[in-house]
Each structure stands twice: as structure tokens, then as C-alpha cells.
């Protein structure tokens, strides 16, 4: 065949594939009549018609047998990620105290996620809970009953809630908060029944630096104290059933941070039996952004 | 003489001067063969790396690498998929390419272990004096003295010459030594009788002559450097690789074309739609199919090498498969290259003696009372014997001392009448009067007791002259006319059969008649009124398994031409004797004798078989060959030349045959390398011929070729369910990456899980069906025609692509979503998640439960879903193997496990726990089971269907009957699955009328007669099909171009498979 195709001119070659495309004479199109084709075409519809509904026949039955509460495996999810707030891009805090416009759109982050953790819509939703426990809700007859959140109000961040007139989370002042929230997993039970909470320290490259770091950003004032996080916030139990869930969150607030110099801050979740030095997972259990505060 | 010297500036006695040799050879180079310009490695290893699959490869991988370039260029830096898989690309081929270069290398080495390498020496007499030098420093002029048993060391034009015989067959195909004497008798210098020929053997005698052609100005290397002015054809398979890479690359084109678009259409930015493309046409190159092609073919190597065919090239492997024509040489190939005695004539009949190479074939009466005169004649008459030391060999195998006539006699006395050195010693010589050309006759005197013996053996009609009566049933009876008619119709008879027949006859005399000591010369006056013994007659004869490998080729439709240097009459008595011209065919001088008429009257069309000569040859014109190829299907061509033998291949190759040449001398050199496929001889081959083949037959055994054409039709089939296997993944590899464009899922199958699927996993099950055995009894169907049994064509991609693939996409799928929601990631939420999904800085993704992922969560769920997916596509590719064991049988016929190569590939590739790298849970290989189940079940219904109809699906092409019906055109997605069935070999018409109920084995309806099938084609075909017989020639006869397609056939099974599906 491709000893012939040397032979042949170009004309010829573009006559045979007109050919081939449309044959007048036998009524081919591409080698075919219009019947073969519509018979072909017939029998993928029929085919892929079949293995459609196959597909979806599997599908409806396998979303009938998931659990619409709980999911089957989370094996993914042995450390929850952690996350701040105001969630910059590329987890970047840098702002002018003396520009106002570069620190309102943080402030106006922070507003809006401390929106639901106001006091008088914690306390219209949500339960108190005792502390220092786990909030566990067994099902006892009633199946995936809805389960009832944990107050936890916005005030206990103190100068961090962002209330008051000025309410700029002290960014206007130069001793800016920063938010640090535990991400949401299903049936989490952190710390063995010890009190966990946040540490956040100047994340250093080595020990000399490491010292000289955090002279450089002073001291840290976590709220609520310690940086605690209350064991009545866990477990969670998904979307359906612990509707107003409230995560809890813990504000950092940079009281001293020396102007004009970049720090990097590390904030990890101290809990008993739980790994937060993943090398692949940077988010597992810690996290790490940049602060810089300019001042002219 | 004085010509010569002045010509040559030389001297008859002398010679040259040293300081005259030196000159010369400086201004003519040496007097050797430039070896033919071997391809330096470096190039041979490049050739390795171009093949048509290997090209696709470096296009691809430049693909990659752009690919890669440009997300550089963009600043995407986490995926470095690309860059992996151009470098899995390039090694792939590179080390395909170490291991073809590997293969090529190791034959090389048994082909230049044949060579001896020990330097040939000249007696060469230079100023007056005789010298030993090496051969490659004779120059032209040169006085050489050559003797028996060496090898002439240049074309040498003879001076003196006694009894000097040389062996020619290597260069001419005679198979009897040729005489050599200083009188010139032809004008034709290979026919006269005063010029030796480089490389020839010198028998016995002595010559001396002047050297008049050195090196390449020999005859013979003229031959090797024709040899090496012919190119190389393509071999079939790689022909059918181009194709199916034109097949792959369009495809690839298209569905790239199509989802570039789409992804412009959808709002992708044109660059990154462009690396979606460049990915998507990647996708398509099945990496892992080289690897395969080349472990398959390599597999039937060694098969082939345990088997005694070396083969030089791998791609040869498949060639003799597809072989329509064998033109075969005779002498060495279809004969043994010896004389043996054939037949012998005594009281009156003609009896037949054993020929066969072991002595295993019955032996003749010998009752007759004339008989044991008659074997001592032949015992005693023969200066011939056995070199001492070699009581353990049998007797056919033994050297003898002596021409090839009297070591045939010898033997045969040795054989029939034991040993002959006992013989002998009773019966003392007292004198003999040797062979010479003059007399034609060998007298010998014996004492026998009291009287002498006096015995001789010559020509007929020389011994005749010196007879006065002759034997029967033992008693002398005076010659009567009579007895002279059915002597000479004797003679006539066997030398009709191309032998050489000699009489015998004898005479006793009283004691003393003879002294010891009397001259030769007086022998001859002794030698009257002698009593005729009878006639013994001499043949190089057929090897014995030759007729059989010959009934076999034409079982399997193979055309098989007789191509010799060697005399019409011998050529055709050996032709009829293999099987080549048959019994009961003639050829037009048969029937002008039959109907007594002149052969100008005879319509060579009235006949099947014909012998052409070179000469009749060189008459021809252009076109005419072709013509005769077609008219007579059983052909013989004797006497041709080298240029001959070419021309013969080419007009084969032109009438659209694929054409196998077998030869062992170095005239067959070029047509050997013009050849399809050529096969030389190992042991008998010439070197030069060696070179030129693509194949060497180590045990010289013409079977073998068979063994070779099966094996080959074999990998054929086997290729096909291989690549088939191999095709069927490359879907559900791509559809995650269409899905994850269009749909906007995360990736359920990456890059490396693509290479692990390709080169590790699937090249077992795909290598463990070159395994396979034949499913139907190949050797009794056609060759392939290679214009219409494509290696992939249409109908097999689609099925493989379009049903089978889409199967197994489905199973991913499925696997996929029930992986991807048991995690927490229902289907309607993957749906359009692939930004988020993908975002780096997103730490807190919300699942369908509530649950917050971060990126590296979600990395690690991507890649449980590639373990998912990829677990999926392994077991429906354990199914797909399973149903590309057989094209047409039922699993349940041919046995499920019953070749622990598949099993052994299965668990290998698919036990858990072999790819370590991967998450495995045993939950995700139940999933797709249904889906592997469901192909089996689909595919027994397309094999029930192809068996009930066996017929359906090919009567569609009934335009010529005689030619495969295989399907024209594309071919898109006959459901019917044409590519495999049994009608692509239907057309064999003749003695084999292909039926493929039987060759199927399972009861079905036949297909309608072939004759009977309407047809459109050209009447006189028609006619020839009608005629039984004729039709091998079919396989010649030019095919209309542009059959009319009836699209019926697909229609019923398209209905047919509806009705089955819904």
C-alpha cells in the first residue's frame, strides 16, 4: 500500500479521497451508503444507550447505599487542616498601619466570618456545653437525629473580636489578629480527652535564627487564653445533622511585631496522638504565613 | 596463448615478476570480495529506533516535551507528567531498539560463524618460480597451478589442464562437475570449457592458467555486486505497522481536533487548550504495543531458531507467513547436491533405488540372477573410495575419494552388496584404463581366481559398441535387435528424467590374458565381445522431505516456482519428482506429444505446467513474464541467469505477490535480496548468499520453510489478538482525561498510572497470546492478501475502541465515583470541581458531608482514585485477554486457563500487592467485576453470532471469488467483528474449497459454494475458477479495482446484535 501511494500523483490522491468522502455513482459517503451508516449509527445509540443507563442504574444504586451522613472511609483525614483568617493570597498578612486601604479588605474578612460567632446569634442558636468534654449526641433510638451546636461566642476573642467602634482588629494600631481555625471533620475526637489548643511561634530556619525571629515579633497573646480550644466543640457530625456547628476558631494577636520586617509564623495544633509534621501536607494540623507590617 | 601473454603482459611458463605482482596489485587492489558494505552498528541501531511505531514514539515524545515547555512557560510547576512521559517514551524506544539491535546482532553472529576465516592460499608461479601466497594477493597476469580439493582463486583462463573438473553449482546450479580444458568450446565464457571461476572447487585433476579477473571483476563478484545494488524491500509487517500508525495518528488527530475545540468552546484559554491537545494525541500512542510487537516477534525468532531457520531481521519472522510465491532454487535446496544412484536397468526393466539422504526408503528387488554380475561390475569398475577411519558413519555420510558419479556408485555398492574394500581385496586389480572424456568408458582387470574379470562402465552407446551379447536371468544371450530397442528406450526414458546413465557390462578371460603392468592404451584393445550387464543411472535427487513441503505450501495456497541454473530436462525431471509440476499437469511439449503435433500448434494456454529457459527468457518481452506467471500456475525456469532469477522475483512481486526466493549458491544472491524474504541454506549456502537472505535454513531442510509459514501465519494471528488486547486500554486511558476536560472532574487516571498500565502490567497477558496456538488449521488456508487482510483494520479498532473500550471506561468510572463518594465526594459535587479541586492555596474544601479538605488531602484522594481506575482497567483488561484468546471458538470450547501463559501473565500482572506504590482495597476490584463479566458475555455473543453466521458477515464482498473476502474500506464498528473472522481466508477455491465450518470445527451452516456466488467480476476469471486446478494462478490475477461493497451483511448482524444487546 505504501508502495503504491508513491506512484500515485497528487491529483490522483486528492480525487481518491473525494472519492472516498462522496461516491456519486455507489452513493458512499466515507465508503459507506446512508443506510450502513444509519444502521451503525442506530446500533451505537442502542449500544451506548445501554451502557448509559447501565451507568446510571450503577450510580443511583451506589448513592442509595451510601450513608448520607457519615462518609464510608476517612482514612484521608487523620489531621484536619488549619487555616487563618484573613485568608490572603498566598497566605501573605502585609499591610500599611499608616493606609487604611491596605488592611480594610482583612478587617472586612474578618467581619464577615466573625458574622455568624456573634454573641446574640450564638445564643439564639446553639447550646452551652459543659467544658472540657467532648460534646457526644449518641443516637439513641431515633437515627441520624439532629445534633445540637456548641456556643462559642465571639466576644471570647477579646480585643480580636473586632468589636467596638473602631472594631479593625488592631490592625489600624499595628498590633494585627490573625484567626486560626481547625478545618471540619466528621467524628473527630482531637486529644484523647485532654485539652488541646493553639501554639504559634516565629518559625525560624535555625536555632540562632530561630531566637533572633522571635525577639523580632514579639510576644503573642492567643484568645481564648492559651489558645485553648474547648473539647465540647468536637465531635462533629456532618452538615445534615449538626446544622449550626460552629467551629471554633483561635485569634492570635501580634502585639509587638517589629515594622518593616517579614515574619514567618507557625501555628500548629497541639493535641494528644495527633501528627502535625506531615512533610507532603503543610495544612496537616499547622499552618504557616507571612506577616509583614510596614510603617513609614 | 601468445594472445594471452601479450594481453596480459605475462608469461605462459614464467609468470610474472614480484616487482610486475607488486604493481599490479597495487594499481588493482587485492583479489577479494569487498565484503558487502556493511552497515556499521551505529546505522543498523538507528534503524532500530525508525520504525513506524518508533516514529509515532518520537513524535509523541517531542509532543510531551512541548507540552511541558509551555506549562513551564506559564508557571505551572507542579506537573511534571509530561517531562516523565517523554522520557518513559524515548526509553521505551530506545530499549525496544537495544534489543531488536540485540536479536539482529546475535543472528549476525551465527551467519559470520559460517565464514572461514582461514585465508586461502595460491600456487602461483612467479619468475619462474612456484610460490604459496595468499589468494588475495594474486593480481591479473598471474601463471596459478590449481589441483583437487582446492578452490580456484581467481577466474583463471586454463592453459594445461589434467582431468581437471571443477564444481560449478554454487555459480550455475549444475550439478555435475564440469570438465576444464585449454580448448574454448563456447563463445558464452560461463559455458566454455577453458575459464574456472573464483570461489569454484576444483574436483580432482590439475590446471594451470593465467589469472584474468581478480576480485570484484570476477564473475562472481559482478553477481555479489549485483547483489548489493538491490534495495531492500519493506517487509509485510512493517507495511501493516505504517498503516495501523496512519490508523492511530488519525484517529489521535481527530479526537484532539475535537476536544481542542471543545475546550476553546467550554472557555479554556487557547494555550492550555492546546496542551489538552497535545496531551489527548499523547494518550493515544499505545506505548506498551512496540514492546510487544517486538517480544512477539522475537519469541517466534527463537521458536523458529530451535526449529533451525535463523532469522536475520526480526520483522522477516512475519514476511514468510504472508508468502503467496516460493521460487526455490534447485540444486542444494530441493536437491541433495550429491549424485546418487537412482534407478538401475537390468533384464529388461527399469528399477527404482532408495535416494534418500539416510537410506530409509525401500530398497530394490534384487532377485534377479543377472544382479550379482551387474554389482560386481559396479563394485569392481570404480577407482572411487572411502577415506579410511570412518567404519562408524553411515554409509551415505562417509567422504569418499573420487567424482561425484563414482562416489554415488561406490556408495550404493556399499550399500546393496556390502562392503566393497572386501570386494575388492578378492578380486585384485591388474590393470586399469581410467575415465577420460575421449573414450567415455573406464576398463579394469580383475583376478578372479582362476580366470580374470575384466569390467567396464561408460556411455550406452560406447559400451554397447564393444558387446557382443548381453544378460538375462543371469545367461548371455547374443544381441538381437529387439533387445537394442528396449536398451535404447531405456536410455532415453531415464535420461528423459534428467539423469545420467551409464552402461556396464563385463567379460572373463582366461588367466594371464592380461599381465600386471600393461599400459592403459592396451586395455582398450582387450575390451571387445563384452556381455552387457545393464544400465545404472545417476541423479542429484530430491531431498525427501521436499515433495511434501512442496503438497504442503500449495495446501496453504503458496505458489511454488522452480528457479534454476541447471539444464530443462534435469530441472523438469526433478520438478515432477517434488511435487512442483504435478502429476497429471503438462507442459506444452507434453501435449504436443500427446496429440502429435508440432509444439508451434500448441496453445501453451492449454497448459498447466510450463519450463521456460533463459534463453526463451531473454527472448520475452517486457511484460510478457507476467503474463506466462499467470497463464501457467505450475512454472519451472532452467538455465537462467542471476539477472534472470531477479527478473522473475520482480514479476512476481508485480502481479502483487509476496515472494519468498530459497537458494544456496551465489547466482541466487540477488534475487535472494529482492526477495520478500530470502532463505539460504546454511550448509550448503554460499556466503554471499548467506548476506543477501533474510533467513537461514541451518539444516538446509525446505520443510522448514513450512514450519516458517506457519509459524509466521501464527504470529500473524497472534499479533492481531495482541494488538487488539493492547488497543482495547487505550480508551479507558483517555476518556478520564476527555471527562476531565469536558466534565471538569478531578483527574481520575494520571500519567504514570498510564505507563505502569502500559509497560509493566499489560505486556504480560499481551506477550502470553503470542502464545497462542492456531485456532484453525492456518496451513489450509490462503496467504493473506496484503492489500486486504490488514494487520488492524477498521472493524477491529472499532470494536476494540468504541464497544470493548468504552466497557472498560465504564468500569473506571463507576470504580471512580463509588471511590470518589465513599470518601465523601458525591458525583453531582465532582462535576465541575476541578478549579477547587485543584487550587493550590485552597486548604479547606468542603466535601458533600461538611468536611474541610486541605490540597494535600485531595492530592492524596486523586491518587487513590488513579489506583481506582487503574484497578478497574486491570480487570477488564483480565477479561479482554480472555477474549482475545479466541477469535471465533467460545471460551468455553477452547477452555478457559488452559495456557498457564495467560494465567502466569494474569497473576503477575494482577495479584494484589505487585504495584506496591498503589492504595489497594479489595472493595474497589469488586466493582468493576461486572463490568469484566459483561465484556466476556458481550464478546461470546459477537463470537455465537460470527459462528451461526459464519457467512454473514464476509458474503457481503462476494465480488471475486478466488480472493479474500475480507471486508474493503473502513470499516467503521461492524459490530459483526469482520477483522476476525473466518471469511478474511474464504476465497480458496481448488482442491481446498475453504469451508470454514470445518476448519472451525463447530457445526454450522457453509457458506453457499463459491462459485456460486453472483459476481460481477470479469468472465475470465470466472471461467478459471470453474476449471478445478487452475486457480492457484488466481492468486495472480489482477483483482477489479473498486468492488461494489453490499452493506447487507453489516445491516443483519447490526440487527442481529441489537436483538442480543437490548
Known amino acids: 500500500m505504501a508502495r503504491d501511494k508513491e506512484k500515485r500523483s497528487c491529483g490522483q490522491v486528492v480525487a481518491e479521497w473525494r472519492a472516498f468522502l462522496w461516491d456519486p455513482r455507489t452513493r458512499q459517503f466515507l465508503g459507506r451508503t446512508g443506510s450502513s451508516w444509519g444502521l451503525i449509527l442506530l446500533f451505537y445509540l442502542v449500544f451506548y444507550g445501554f451502557l448509559a443507563g447501565l451507568f446510571a442504574l450503577t450510580m443511583w444504586v451506589m448513592l442509595q447505599s451510601v450513608d448520607p451522613h457519615v462518609p464510608k472511609y476517612q482514612d484521608r483525614l487523620l489531621t484536619p487542616g488549619l487555616m487563618i483568617r484573613p485568608c490572603a493570597e498566598g497566605l501573605d498578612v502585609t499591610f500599611n498601619v499608616t493606609q487604611s486601604h491596605t488592611w480594610e479588605q482583612h478587617v472586612r474578612a474578618l467581619h464577615q466570618f466573625l458574622e455568624p460567632y456573634n454573641d446574640s446569634v450564638q445564643a439564639a442558636r446553639n447550646a452551652a456545653c459543659p467544658a472540657g468534654r467532648y460534646n457526644e449526641q449518641p443516637d439513641d433510638a431515633v437515627p441520624n437525629y439532629p445534633k445540637r451546636a456548641c456556643r462559642f461566642e465571639r466576644s471570647r476573642l477579646g480585643p480580636c473580636a473586632g468589636l467596638g467602634p473602631h472594631g479593625d482588629y488592631g490592625y489600624g494600631s499595628g498590633r494585627p489578629c490573625v484567626l486560626v481555625k481547625v478545618n471540619r471533620v466528621i467524628n473527630f475526637f482531637p486529644g484523647k480527652n485532654k485539652s488541646i489548643n493553639i501554639v504559634c511561634a516565629a518559625k525560624g530556619h535555625s536555632a540562632t535564627t530561630h531566637e533572633e525571629d522571635a525577639a523580632l515579633l514579639g510576644p503573642l497573646n492567643l484568645f481564648p487564653p492559651n489558645g485553648t480550644i474547648d473539647l465540647m466543640y468536637f465531635p462533629y457530625y456532618g452538615k445534615r445533622v449538626h446544622v449550626n456547628y460552629t467551629q471554633p476558631v483561635v485569634a492570635v494577636q501580634f502585639s509587638n511585631a517589629t515594622a518593616n520586617v517579614d515574619h514567618h509564623v507557625e501555628c500548629r495544633l497541639n493535641a494528644a496522638g495527633l501528627r502535625t509534621d506531615d512533610e507532603r501536607d503543610k495544612f496537616a494540623g499547622r499552618v504557616a504565613f507571612r506577616l509583614r507590617i510596614n510603617r513609614e | 596463448v601468445k594472445e594471452l601473454e601479450i594481453k596480459y603482459g605475462t608469461s605462459a611458463t614464467k609468470g610474472l615478476s614480484e616487482a610486475e605482482a607488486a604493481a599490479r596489485l597495487q594499481r588493482d587492489g587485492p583479489n577479494a570480495l569487498r565484503p558487502p558494505r556493511g552497515t556499521p552498528g551505529l546505522v543498523r541501531f538507528g534503524r532500530q529506533l525508525a520504525g513506524g511505531l518508533q516514529c509515532l514514539m518520537w513524535v509523541a ?187 492511530i495518528a488519525g484517529l489521535a488527530v481527530f479526537f484532539g481536533a475535537t476536544f481542542f475545540l471543545v475546550a476553546m468552546l467550554i472557555g479554556y484559554p487557547l494555550l492550555r487548550a492546546a496542551v489538552f491537545f497535545m496531551a489527548i494525541v499523547v494518550a493515544y500512542v499505545p506505548e506498551g504495543l512496540l514492546a510487544t510487537v517486538t517480544v512477539c516477534l522475537s519469541l517466534t525468532a527463537k521458536r523458529l531458531a530451535r526449529r533451525n531457520c535463523v532469522v536475520k531481521n526480526l520483522e522477516a519472522v512475519e514476511t514468510l507467513g504472508s508468502t503467496s510465491v516460493i521460487c526455490s532454487d534447485k540444486t542444494g535446496t530441493l536437491t541433495q547436491n550429491r549424485m546418487a544412484v537412482a534407478h538401475l536397468w537390468l533384464d529388461g526393466q527399469v528399477l527404482a533405488a532408495d535416494t534418500t539422504e539416510d537410506q530409509s526408503g525401500e530398497a530394490f528387488e534384487q532377485r534377479s540372477a543377472s544382479w550379482p554380475l551387474l554389482s560386481q561390475v559396479i563394485t569392481l569398475c570404480n577407482r572411487a573410495q572411502f577415506q579410511p577411519g570412518q567404519e562408524g558413519v553411515p554409509v551415505a555420510q562417509r567422504d569418499v575419494i573420487g567424482d561425484a558419479s563414482e562416489s554415488a556408485l561406490l556408495k550404493f555398492a556399499e550399500v546393496t552388496s556390502g562392503p566393497v574394500a572386501a570386494a575388492r581385496g578378492r578380486f585384485p586389480k591388474v590393470a586399469e584404463l581410467p575415465f577420460n572424456s575421449s573414450n567415455k568408458f573406464q576398463v579394469s582387470v580383475h583376478e578372479a581366481g582362476p580366470q580374470q574379470l575384466l569390467v567396464l562402465k561408460g556411455a550406452p552407446e560406447r559400451v554397447l559398441e564393444r558387446c557382443r551379447g548381453y ?565 495472480l490475477v489482477e483483482r477489479p479495482k473498486n468492488p461494489k461493497r453490499s452493506p447487507r451483511n453489516h445491516q443483519k448482524v447490526t440487527k442481529k446484535r441489537k436483538t442480543l444487546n437490548t
Request: aromatic share 8%; proline share 7%; glycine share 10%.
Open chain 2, 61 to 247: 515524545a517531542a509532543i510531551c516535551l512541548i507540552a511541558y515547555g509551555v506549562q513551564r512557560g506559564q508557571g505551572d510547576r507542579g506537573s511534571s507528567d509530561n517531562l516523565y512521559l517523554a522520557v518513559a517514551l524515548i526509553a521505551v524506544v530506545v530499549v525496544t531498539g537495544c534489543f531488536g539491535y540485540y536479536q539482529e546482532f546475535k543472528s549476525t553472529n551465527i551467519i559470520a560463524s559460517f565464514r572461514n576465516l582461514v585465508p586461502q592460499q595460491a600456487t602461483v608461479v612467479r619468475a619462474g618460480q612456484t610460490l604459496q601466497v595468499n589468494a588475495a594477493e594474486l593480481v591479473l597476469g598471474d601463471l596459478v597451478e590449481i589441483k583437487g580439493g582446492d578452490r580456484v582463486p581467481a577466474d583463471i583462463r586454463v592453459l594445461a589442464a589434467q582431468g581437471c573438473k571443477v564444481d560449478n553449482s554454487s555459480l550455475t546450479g549444475e550439478s555435475e562437475p564440469q570438465t576444464r580444458s585449454p580448448e574454448c568450446t563456447h563463445e558464452s565464457h560461463l559455458e566454455t570449457r577453458n575459464i574456472a571461476f573464483f570461489s569454484t572447487m576444483c574436483l580432482e585433476g590439475t590446471a594451470t592458467g593465467l589469472v584474468i579477473g581478480t576480485g570484484e571483476r570476477t564473475v562472481i563478484g559482478r553477481i555479489a555486486s549485483l547483489a548489493s545494488g538491490v534495495g531492500n524491500e519493506k517487509t509485510p509487517i512493517a507495511v501493516e505497522i505504517e498503516h495501523f500508525v496512519d490508523i
Open chain 2, 471 to 1035: 544378460l538375462r536371468e543371469g545367461e548371455e544371450h547374443p544381441l538381437d535387435p529387439e533387445w537394442r530397442r528396449s536398451l535404447e528406450g531405456a536410455c532415453l526414458e531415464l535420461g528423459g528424467r534428467g539423469e545420467r546413465v551409464l552402461g556396464f557390462c563385463a567379460r572373463w578371460l582366461p588367466p594371464g590374458s592380461v599381465a600386471a603392468g600393461t599400459p592403459p592404451e592396451a586395455l582398450a584393445e582387450v575390451a571387445t565381445g563384452l556381455c552387457f550387464a545393464g544400465l545404472v543411472s545417476l541423479i542429484d535427487p530430491p531431498r525427501a522431505t521436499v515433495p511434501q513441503a512442496v503438497r504442503k505450501c500449495r495446501t496453504a495456497g503458496i505458489r511454488v516456482i522452480m528457479v534454476t541454473g541447471d539444464h530443462p530436462v534435469t530441472a523438469k525431471a526433478i520438478a515432477a519428482a517434488v511435487g512442483i509440476i504435478s502429476e497429471g499437469s503438462e507442459t506444452p511439449e507434453d501435449v504436443a506429444t500427446r496429440l502429435h503435433l508440432p509444439l508451434e500448434q500448441v496453445d501453451p494456454r492449454q497448459a498447466r505446467a510450463r519450463v521456460v529457459t533463459g534463453s526463451e527468457l531473454a527472448a520475452l518481452a517486457p511484460g510478457a513474464l507476467e503474463e506466462l506467471l499467470r497463464t501457467h500456475p505450475e512454472m519451472v525456469f532452467a538455465r537462467t541467469s542471476p539477472q534472470q532469477k531477479l527478473l522473475i522475483v520482480e514479476s512476481c512481486q508485480r502481479l502483487g505477490a509476496i515472494v519468498a526466493v530459497t537458494g544456496d549458491g551465489v547466482n541466487d544472491s540477488p534475487a535472494l535480496k529482492k526477495a520478500d524474504i530470502g532463505v539460504a541454506m546454511g550448509i550448503a549456502g554460499s556466503d554471499a548468499a548467506k548476506q543477501a537472505a533474510d533467513m537461514i535454513l541451518l539444516d538446509d531442510n525446505f520443510a522448514s520453510i513450512v514450519t516458517g509459514v506457519e509459524q509466521g501465519r501464527l504470529i500473524f494471528d497472534n499479533l492481531k489478538k495482541s494488538i487488539a488486547y493492547t488497543l482495547t486500554k487505550n480508551i479507558p486511558e483517555l476518556a478520564p482525561y476527555l471527562v476531565y476536560i469536558t466534565a471538569s472532574v478531578p483527574l481520575p487516571l494520571g500519567c504514570i498510572t498510564i505507563l505502569f498500565i502500559e509497560l509493566c502490567t499489560d505486556i504480560f497477558p499481551s506477550v502470553s497470546l503470542a502464545y497462542e496456538r492456531a485456532e484453525s488449521d492456518i496451513m489450509h488456508l490462503r496467504p493473506r492478501d496484503p492489500r486486504r487482510d490488514r494487520l488492524v483494520n477498521e472493524p477491529l479498532a472499532a470494536y476494540s475502541y468504541f464497544q470493548i473500550g468504552v466497557i472498560q471506561s465504564l468500569a473506571g468510572f463507576t470504580d471512580y465515583f463509588v471511590a470518589m463518594a465513599q470518601e465523601g465526594w458525591w458525583p453531582l459535587l465532582v462535576l465541575g470541581l476541578r478549579p477547587r479541586w485543584e487550587d493550590a492555596h485552597e486548604q479547606e474544601l468542603q466535601d458533600s458531608y461538611g468536611q474541610q479538605w486541605t490540597f494535600a488531602q485531595r492530592r492524596y484522594q486523586q491518587y487513590t482514585c488513579y489506583t481506582v481506575f487503574f484497578i478497574s482497567i486491570e480487570v477488564c483488561q483480565i477479561a479482554d485477554v480472555l477474549i482475545r484468546k479466541t477469535r471465533r471458538l467460545s471460551l468455553l470450547q477452547q477452555g478457559l486457563f488452559r495456557y498457564t501463559w495467560v494465567c502466569i501473565g494474569c497473576f503477575l500482572c494482577y495479584c494484589p500487592g505487585m504495584p506496591n506504590v498503589f492504595n489497594f482495597m479489595f472493595q474497589w476490584w469488586l466493582v468493576p467485576m461486572p463490568f469484566g463479566l459483561l465484556i466476556l458475555v458481550y464478546d461470546e455473543i459477537r463470537k455465537l453470532g460470527v459462528r451461526r453466521h459464519p457467512g454473514k458477515t464476509h458474503l457481503g464482498t462476494p465480488w471475486i471469488p478466488g480472493t479474500h473476502l475480507g471486508t474493503p474500506g473502513p470499516h467503521l464498528g461492524t459490530p459483526g467483528g469482520t477483522w476476525n473472522s473466518p471469511g478474511t481466508h474464504l476465497g480458496t477455491p481448488g482442491p481446498h474449497l475453504g469451508t470454514p465450518g470445518t476448519h472451525l470445527g463447530t457445526p454450522g451452516p457453509l457458506p453457499p459454494p463459491l462459485d456460486s456466488i453472483p459476481s460481477p467480476h470479469p468472465p475470465q476469471i470466472k471461467a478459471q475458477v470453474t476449471r478445478p486446478g487452475v486457480c492457484r494462478c488466481l492468486l
